[in-house]
């Protein structure tokens, strides 16, 4: 509660750094776990970015010593849904069935286990402090991965270890989650959110419609069989297509011509 003014801190907080909008968790005292109203703000925050056309790229991090340590058990004892009010469709956090254009990076600052490792698996890239820890300790509770881990940690490491993590719940370390797959890379010390951030900046110099096209492109094509099939090239002829039409293509062509820098504008 704010004593000034009486009224509840927003428990998820955006700000814009050019074309890039940082997304914060702000419930340590909970550990950053999700509620309605975490749901309620990241889904916000994604819907706002992705129909933003300043908004390049998607940073989430959170507040204090964890990145996000799940649902809110609490919440849920008292009978209360963790969805986003009027908008269960965006799934858990608001965020892991919440599919949006442009790329969105975890800068995961502390232990994800659980909700928190959903999320990062959620995301499109992933920069780790080295205390972070993911796992899904969900069968340990009697529960299992349902926030969409089960599905995507099969998909991005070794099935074998995808087993062994979700059958036994143990987490793994920052380090070792890059080895797998599970993130890009492990940060200096509490330097998580400037790299990430200096991340995502490469990505926002980039044309913002052949960055959109790519993740689309990547993300259906991943689903789909033999690279040597049909269904997977229509996915990647239909991106391109998409990018010959568009003004930034024009842009670009042109600057490399005139040997400039161009000047993107999303469209």
């Given amino acids: 509660m704010n004593p000034e003014t009486g009224r509840k801190a927003a428990v998820v907080r955006t700000e814009q750094h050019g074309h890039v909008s940082l997304v914060t968790i702000d419930r340590p005292d909970a550990m950053n776990a999700v509620n309605a109203a975490v749901a309620q703000g990241l889904g916000i925050a994604l819907a706002e970015a992705d129909a933003n056309e300043q908004t390049r790229v998607v940073v989430i991090t959170g507040v204090g010593s964890a990145f996000c340590a799940g649902a809110d058990l609490k919440a849920l004892g008292r009978g209360e849904s963790l969805d986003a009010p009027g908008h269960p469709e965006w799934g858990f956090a608001g965020y892991v069935r919440h599919f949006v254009s442009v790329p969105t ?10 909700g928190g490792t959903e999320i990062v698996l ?3 890239l992933a920069v780790l402090d080295p205390a972070a820890k993911l796992g899904l300790p969900e069968v340990k509770r009697g529960l299992i991965a349902a926030a969409g881990g089960v599905i995507r940690l099969q998909r991005q490491v070794p099935f074998k270890v995808a087993l062994e993590m979700g059958l036994t719940g143990a987490s793994v370390s920052a380090d070792r989650a890059v080895e797998l797959g599970l993130a890009n890379r492990v940060s200096a010390p509490g330097n998580v959110i400037s790299e ?3 991340l995502a900046e490469r990505i926002a110099a980039n044309a913002p419609v052949a960055v959109r096209e790519t993740k689309r492109a990547m993300h259906r094509a991943a689903a789909l069989g033999s690279d040597w099939d049909d269904e997977a090239w229509t996915v990647s002829d239909r991106a391109m297509k998409a990018v010959l039409k568009s003004q930034d293509f ?6 490399f011509t ?3 820098t161009p000047m993107w504008i999303g469209r």
Avoid: H, Q, W
């Avoid at 024009?250 to 600057?255: I, M, N």
């Fill in 105 to 114: 990076i975890a800068a995961v600052n502390g232990f994800a286990l659980g």
């Fill in 122 to 124: 959620a995301s499109d």
């Fill in 196 to 198: 990430a951030m200096e």
């Fill in 250 to 255: 024009v842009e670009g062509t042109r600057a």
């Fill in 258 to 260: 005139e040997k400039r």
